[in-house]
């Protein structure tokens, strides 16, 4: 335990200091210029998703170079190409195409390393059903991005959802110094922000996270570490489906997501991100007490409390 608190120790005053260095160095080529559809007003550096993809690539080396590889220690070096195509998106644009092409590389990786799809049997139905948890792998993924528009929202939904993970599936390893360099990220990305995670954190974290997820020793394992992650992709999901139903362009940016609408009828950041933050916590203690069927319990009570805030609280959806 003491080796564990060390380490973690380390890590955070370690990303700390590489973070505000970050900070110090970035100029125009990293700074976030707000929209029309951005949530916050002030020019923020983005892109310090690289220090978390640094840490973890470095510590998974070393961890590698002393107890030899494991599945576990790959995972980073897998997502790596995705992270770093976040990152050049970051400085500039890059095409949506190529940016899903990875993402769907990464995804495949993924689903072939999983403990729950690697005894599946080569035929049409398996097939059909790999295609299918690629592709929703990409969702998850994308949705984890759609969410990081307020400030301290996905770092903190992530770091819980990552630590119980972590808890459950006894890992530890180079992962210890993601969990401290993700609690020196959320210090500064905090209301008011000074540094964004970009598409290099927000798409490394969500795949580093699925990845774990897979890792699961049975489906029902998975499906109650997902529902951890679940105020990350409950929001985006009937988001898209609400857009597409009133015939809306899904793929252009917008507004409309229920965390931003409870922002634009005046709900500060710190209060967003607390409420997804206290549900991704209830949902994960619910998991330690009392296992899966109180952890949809509390789920449901999160969803209900959070489908009452859409319509009494938050701006209505535009139609």
């Given at each position: 335990?003491?080796?564990?608190?060390?380490?973690?120790?380390?890590?955070f005053?370690?990303?700390?200091?590489?973070?505000?260095?970050?900070?110090?160095?970035?100029?125009?080529?990293?700074?976030?210029?707000?929209?029309?559809?951005?949530?916050?007003?002030?020019?923020?550096?983005?892109?310090?998703?690289?220090?978390?993809?640094t840490?973890?690539?470095?510590?998974?080396?070393?961890?590698?170079?002393?107890?030899?590889?494991?599945?576990?220690?790959?995972?980073?070096?897998?997502?790596?190409?995705?992270?770093?195509?976040?990152?050049?998106?970051?400085?500039?644009?890059?095409?949506?195409?190529?940016?899903?092409?990875i993402?769907?590389?990464?995804?495949?990786?993924?689903?072939?390393?999983?403990?729950?799809?690697?005894?599946l049997?080569?035929?049409?139905?398996?097939?059909s059903?790999?295609?299918?948890?690629?592709?929703?792998?990409?969702?998850?993924?994308?949705?984890?991005?759609?969410?990081?528009?307020?400030?301290?929202?996905?770092?903190?939904?992530?770091?819980?959802?990552?630590?119980?993970?972590?808890?459950?599936?006894?890992?530890?390893?180079?992962?210890?110094?993601?969990?401290?360099?993700?609690?020196?990220?959320?210090?500064?990305?905090?209301?008011?922000?000074?540094?964004?995670?970009?598409?290099?954190?927000?798409?490394?974290?969500?795949?580093?996270?699925?990845?774990?997820?897979?890792?699961?020793?049975?489906?029902?394992?998975?499906?109650?570490?997902?529902?951890?992650?679940?105020?990350?992709?409950?929001?985006?999901?009937?988001?898209?489906?609400?857009?597409?139903?009133?015939?809306?362009?899904?793929?252009?940016?917008?507004?409309?997501?229920?965390?931003?609408?409870?922002?634009?009828?005046?709900?500060?950041?710190?209060?967003?991100?607390?409420?997804?933050?206290?549900?991704?916590?209830?949902?994960?203690?619910?998991?330690?007490?009392?296992?899966?069927?109180?952890?949809?319990?509390?789920?449901?009570?999160?969803?209900?409390?959070?489908?009452w805030?859409?319509?009494?609280?938050?701006?209505?959806?535009?139609?």
């Amino acid at each position: 335990m003491l080796n564990k608190l060390f380490f973690f120790t380390i890590a955070f005053f370690l990303s700390n200091f590489l973070f505000k260095r970050f900070i110090s160095k970035s100029s125009k080529l990293f700074l976030d210029i707000p929209n029309k559809r951005s949530m916050h007003t002030i020019p923020t550096p983005r892109g310090g998703g690289i220090v978390f993809i640094t840490n973890i690539i470095i510590t998974s080396l070393i961890y590698i170079f002393f107890y030899g590889v494991s599945k576990k220690l790959i995972i980073p070096f897998l997502i790596l190409p995705l992270g770093i195509t976040g990152f050049i998106d970051d400085i500039n644009n890059v095409s949506p195409k190529i940016k899903y092409i990875i993402q769907l590389i990464t995804c495949f990786l993924i689903f072939s390393t999983s403990n729950l799809f690697l005894k599946l049997d080569f035929n049409i139905t398996n097939v059909s059903i790999a295609i299918f948890m690629i592709i929703a792998f990409t969702a998850v993924i994308n949705f984890v991005n759609f969410m990081d528009g307020i400030d301290g929202l996905v770092a903190s939904c992530m770091f819980i959802s990552i630590f119980t993970t972590c808890i459950v599936l006894e890992i530890e390893q180079s992962y210890i110094f993601l969990l401290g360099s993700l609690i020196s990220f959320i210090i500064l990305n905090w209301h008011p922000a000074k540094l964004f995670m970009g598409d290099s954190g927000s798409t490394f974290l969500a795949a580093i996270n699925l990845s774990l997820i897979c890792l699961s020793n049975d489906f029902i394992q998975a499906f109650n570490l997902l529902l951890v992650l679940s105020p990350l992709l409950i929001d985006p999901f009937i988001c898209v489906i609400r857009r597409f139903m009133n015939k809306q362009e899904i793929f252009l940016p917008h507004k409309q997501h229920f965390y931003q609408r409870l922002n634009q009828a005046g709900w500060t950041h710190n209060k967003v991100s607390i409420l997804y933050l206290i549900c991704s916590l209830l949902i994960s203690l619910s998991y330690f007490l009392s296992g899966l069927k109180f952890s949809i319990f509390t789920f449901m009570v999160c969803f209900s409390y959070c489908f009452w805030l859409n319509y009494k609280i938050a701006v209505p959806f535009k139609k």
